[in-house]
């Protein structure tokens, strides 16, 4: 193993994966919403799209992907759509509180706590591994590193550990998260705020919806 590869690769992935963006959102809302083991199995499926992302660059198949303008245009649109879904989803769930807020903090919290039951481990990891998946910035970022840092001699058993590596750490960078969150006091404090979060994250998940609409429009 290259160890200065291995120094660069990690510390992108480290900029990378703690700047916000659609998967902090998702692993945010699942946490608050339902749990902390919720939160996990989406870190989980998020790290299942590192994965993915880690195979098609090491068979070569993100080049195709980038250098076949309909195809990335595809996985564009559909990365909007999911965005966009989920951020329907929260700012629908922010609205509606903030409309229908009585001033009584205990009920909003205790209803809110009483969705935690309503989720299953299939769909928060289907959701976290379809935003991570889906994303084509992903596919950019796995390119350039693949590309750009990694030497062409570098083995592909190296290579192997290099994307094993990222998914670990995804996983833990997120699963770490999910539990600070969902601590017991943390997440009583955000949900204090829960509404304004929810808001909050559907106009993020929106926004980068409509940037990737516009970017294939203009």
Known sequence: MNWGEFAVIALAHLFAV????????????????????????????IASGIGLHVTYCLLGVALVIVNTPSLFSLLKLCAAAMLLILGAQSLRAGLHALLSRKGDHQVETSGRA?????????????T???TNGFNPKATLFFLA????????????????????????????WFALLSCLIGKEGVRRLVLRVASW??????VLLCGLALQLFISEIV
Not at 115 to 122: A, E, G, N, P
Request: charged share 10%; net charge neutral.
């Open 128 to 130: 976290g591994f379809l």
């Open 114 to 126: 009483a969705s935690t039951t309503d989720w299953s481990v299939k769909g928060v990891y289907v």
């Open 18 to 45: 703690a700047s916000p963006g659609p998967d902090f959102a998702v692993v945010l809302r699942q946490t608050l919403s339902y749990g902390t083991r919720a939160g996990i199995w989406t870190s989980a499926g």
């Open 145 to 172: 590193l693949f590309s750009a840092v990694i030497s062409p001699q570098t083995s592909f058993f190296a290579q192997t550990l290099y994307g094993a590596y990222l998914a670990i750490a995804t996983f833990l």
């Open 197 to 202: 979060v929810d808001t909050g994250m559907g």
